[in-house]
Structure formats: structure tokens, C-alpha cells
């Protein structure tokens, strides 16, 4: 084998390839993966050893890369507290679309329940999508349902994540996501290129989408999922529900407006818990006559670093978001000047909020460790690449 002779340029570009994966991960796993790549490729002539990994031996070690740096348990502390922190970015992302949602199907509800005959005609020329002459063709219908329709995705991929049905998720989360992709696609093709606030509003649903798709595969741990699923979902949805009726948008519609209230809310709330956690006196420790048994964390503690980390890297858009909002009322002749004032106040508090989450999140991941500490097992992440 070539492992133990002078290497072939095919394991020299297949140990390049394995660089991708943690050090942690090399470290154990390595010399293994070589003998095994190596011994699907024998035997080795001349054309073989100068070859390169095939494509799906190259997209075997890029998935086990993701899993493995998005790590559960059994993985250094550090790479857990990754792998929390993208499931919670997947959750908290779900929660905030499937509530907005629910807030615009009540609004739309409320107008064609109690509304006057002007707003009703809105809805459902918005429904419909009918022009203002009243004319309609099918392409323009198809599209305006699909808005409508398609974001319940984003409910039921909220409920399969309670559930603990993964794939499902990741599923409901791709088709609430299309209305998002058609819109910016049909915006390019008649020349009109997305706001910075829209591009901001895309590159939330992409990283939310990109969460669930990662961070919740088959070795993320299912009572994890279940246990921050529980908490955060139903947590996230209230927050979202809340702060909207209290900006006054119940009626109106959620907008983007509200994503930044409810970043400031959850920010603070995430920081006060911190705060009130670093003060407690630390655990007493166990006797030595009591059992020594370990279970599986499933909650977010308050000083886990998963959960400022989610929140910093869900922020980011959300600045983006107020700041070009500022921009836009100020731009508006005769906008009320309230209006500006508030949004200047949001704009900085939630760039404020998030630069500090930033500062935070850094600090915490830095203090756990990148590799284990105890005897090394293998994770259950870990799957051959090309399988």
C-alpha cells in the first residue's frame, strides 16, 4: 500500500482533499480513509496513480466536512457548539418566516372580514394578481397564488422540526423559499435590479434554508433537535406574534420593519440571561459515592455559546435590513418625521445589538476547545465518502 512507500500523486491529491475536514477529524480518521480510498482504486497502474478522487468521492468528503465541522455530541466542545449554533440559526430562521406568515394570512383575513370595500378589492386583486384596470392572465394569477401559497411551507417546516422529521423540513423550507427565487428572478429578467434591502431579505432565506439543509443531518442528534425545537419554535413564533402587534403592523402586514424589533428583543433577552447566568454561584459538585452518569444535553443553556452566535449570524441581514430602511424613508419627501426618528433609533440599537452579539458569540466559541479532551471516538456523523 502506498500509505507505507513513497506516496502516488492520486493519495497526495486525496490527502489535499481530506484538508477540507477538522483537524480533530484528521487526526483519528485519516490513515483509515487513505487505505480505504486507495483500496477502491487498486489495482494501481500508472494512469490510476496519477489520477485524481472521483466526483463523488469529492462530494463524500465536502458532506462529511459539513457534518463533521456541524458536529452533536461526541465531537470536540467547539465544533458542538457549532453545529448548536446552525440549528438554532435553522430554527429561529423557520420560526420568524412561519409567524410572519401567520400575521399576513390573519391581516389579509381581518381586511376581507371587517375591512372597507377599498381594502377588500386590494387583497384580492393581490390575491389574484389583477392589475389595477382589473385584467388578469393566467401567468400573473399563477404567480400571485404562489406568493400566497407556498410561504405556509415555512408553518409546516416549523411543525416537521418539532416533530423531529428532518428531510420533511428541509423539504417544506425549499418550497416556502420559491416565491423568494421567482421574485428576484422575474425582477432580473424586466431590468430591475433588488434594493440592498431586498437582496438582505434573500440572504436571510437563503441562509435559514442553508441551515436546515446542513445542520440537520442524520448524525445531529434527535433529542437536540427535539429539545431546542420545543423551546425555540414556540418561543420565536410568540416573540414574532408580539412584536408585531406592538409596532402596530397586526393590520398592516409584517415587513421587514418587524424582523428588526424582534432581533432587539431576542438580542436583549439573550444578553440579560447571560448576564444573570455569569452571576450565579457555580454548582456544587458531586459526591464521590453518587453515580457518575452523563446524559445528553438538550436544552439551551444560558451560557451556551450556540445561542448568541445564531442570533449574531441571523442579524447580520437584519442590520442590512433597518439601515436601508432608514435610507429609504428619508428619501420620501414629507415622510413623518417621527417615523425617521423611530427608524434611525431601531437602525442603530439593532447595529449596537448585533456588534456586541458578535463580540459575544466570538468570546465563547473561542473558549471551547477544538479538540477532545478524552479518548477518541468516532462521530456519528461520520459515513465513508462516496457512500
Not at 403592523?249 to 448576564?275: E, Y
Request: with cysteine; charged share 15%.
Amino acid at each position: 500500500m502506498s500509505t507505507s512507500s513513497s506516496p502516488t500523486l492520486l493519495e497526495d491529491r486525496f490527502r489535499a482533499l481530506l484538508r477540507v475536514l477538522p483537524a480533530y477529524y484528521r487526526q483519528e480518521r485519516e490513515e483509515e480513509m487513505v487505505d480505504t480510498f486507495l483500496s477502491d482504486h487498486e489495482p494501481l497502474d500508472e494512469e490510476a496513480e496519477l489520477g485524481r478522487p472521483r466526483p463523488r468521492e469529492v462530494a463524500g468528503v465536502l458532506v462529511l466536512a459539513v457534518r463533521t465541522r456541524l458536529a452533536g455530541p461526541g465531537a470536540p466542545a467547539r465544533y458542538v457548539a457549532y453545529g448548536r449554533a446552525a440549528r438554532l440559526v435553522g430554527l429561529l430562521g423557520v420560526a420568524l418566516f412561519a409567524a410572519s406568515t401567520a400575521v399576513n394570512l390573519l391581516a389579509d383575513a381581518a381586511l376581507l372580514l371587517g375591512g372597507s370595500a377599498e381594502d377588500k378589492h386590494l387583497v384580492l386583486d393581490a390575491f389574484l394578481g389583477r392589475s389595477p384596470d382589473g385584467s388578469a392572465d393566467a401567468l400573473s394569477t399563477a404567480l400571485a397564488l404562489m406568493v400566497v401559497v407556498l410561504p405556509l411551507g415555512w408553518i409546516a417546516a416549523a411543525i416537521a422540526l418539532g416533530t423531529g422529521h428532518r428531510r420533511r423540513a428541509a423539504a417544506f423550507c425549499a418550497v416556502a423559499a420559491l416565491p423568494t427565487f421567482v421574485h428576484l428572478g422575474r425582477s432580473a429578467v424586466e431590468g430591475f435590479g433588488p434594493s440592498v434591502a431586498q437582496s438582505a431579505a434573500v440572504a436571510l432565506v437563503v441562509l435559514v434554508l442553508g441551515s436546515v439543509a446542513a445542520a440537520f443531518h442524520p448524525g445531529a442528534p434527535r433529542a437536540e433537535i427535539s429539545g431546542l425545537a420545543g423551546e425555540w419554535i414556540t418561543a420565536a413564533c410568540v416573540l414574532v406574534l408580539l412584536a408585531t402587534a406592538v409596532t402596530g403592523r397586526l393590520i398592516l402586514g409584517f415587513d421587514d420593519g418587524g424582523h428588526g424589533w424582534v432581533f432587539l428583543v431576542g438580542g436583549a433577552a439573550c444578553l440579560t440571561l447571560r448576564a444573570r447566568a455569569r452571576r450565579r454561584p457555580p454548582e456544587a459538585p458531586k459526591s464521590a459515592g453518587s453515580p457518575a452518569v452523563r446524559t445528553p444535553r438538550t436544552h439551551m443553556a444560558a451560557h451556551d455559546p450556540a445561542l448568541p452566535a445564531a442570533l449574531a449570524v441571523l442579524g447580520l441581514p437584519v442590520v442590512v435590513m433597518c439601515l436601508d430602511m432608514v435610507t429609504y424613508y428619508t428619501s420620501i419627501s414629507g415622510f413623518p418625521v417621527a417615523g425617521i426618528i423611530t427608524g434611525v433609533a431601531r437602525a442603530l440599537a439593532v447595529a449596537l445589538l448585533e456588534a456586541v452579539l458578535l463580540v459575544v458569540a466570538a468570546r465563547a466559541l473561542r473558549r471551547e476547545p477544538r479538540m477532545r479532551n478524552s479518548a477518541p471516538t468516532a462521530p456519528a456523523s461520520a459515513t465513508r465518502p462516496g457512500a
